[in-house]
T-cell receptor, first 111, second 111 residues
């Protein structure tokens, strides 16, 4: 039969606005979380990470929030730019082993 | 540029054939991970090697095998290829317990 592609959640924002991308993770034992950006035809690119003993971490224009109680991660991108348009994945891992990826969110930035 | 290299970038082959994908990790990274990304399955972990030894296996078919050599580069061997093996194959590398950095991927097309 014909393959059906993943139907990714989408987020469309205006250039200059702030973006918030959410992710629910599955394993309460996961102790390390990473956000990746993937542009079409390229490999996932590391954006920011956070360990389970933290609830917030900031980078350049990006902030990750971790809520272990409800197993939720979010990625905030400030002053979103057209170059931020991509698919964003959260990933979880335990003690540096395999990554388990979320479904991804397609971010579109409108100029 | 993540520092992880993969060759070839594209590979087109026929069903029943065998191919080898190559990955060179970032300088100093002892861990190499392989992932498969298909349209309907997202990013799936295949196998993890650390300093030449297999550490973990994920959803890797018996037709697939991998190894990591003394110089730390890794190869993923795919045999008896089927149409459904068409996908992007990524390797990632990391130093212990830290973020995985992904290569640009190999796009495999099985005709």
């Amino acid at each position: 039969g014909e393959s059906v592609g993943l139907h990714l959640p989408t987020l469309s924002v205006q250039e200059g606005d702030n973006s918030i991308i959410n992710c629910a993770y599955s394993n309460s034992a996961s102790d390390y979380f990473i956000w990746y950006k993937q542009e079409s035809g390229k490999g996932p690119q590391f954006i920011i990470d956070i360990r389970s003993n933290m609830d917030k971490r900031q980078g350049q224009r990006v902030t990750v929030l971790l809520n272990k109680t409800v197993k939720h991660l979010s990625l905030q991108i400030a002053a979103t730019q057209p170059g931020d348009s991509a698919v964003y994945f959260c990933a979880e891992t335990t003690s540096g082993s395999r990554l388990t990826f979320g479904e991804g969110t397609q971010l579109t930035v409108n100029p | 540029d993540s520092g992880v290299t993969q060759t070839p970038k594209h590979l087109i082959t026929a069903t029943g054939q065998r191919v080898t994908l190559r990955c060179s990790p970032r300088s100093g990274d002892l861990s190499v991970y392989w992932y498969q990304q298909s349209l309907d399955q997202g990013l799936q972990f295949l196998i993890h090697y650390y300093n030449g030894e297999e550490r973990a296996k994920g959803n890797i078919l018996e037709r697939f095998s991998a190894q990591q050599f003394p110089d730390l580069h890794s190869e993923l061997n795919l045999s008896s290829l089927e149409l459904g093996d068409s996908a992007l194959y990524f390797c990632a590398s990391s130093s212990s317990g830290n973020a995985q950095y992904f290569g640009p991927g190999t796009r495999l097309t099985v005709l």
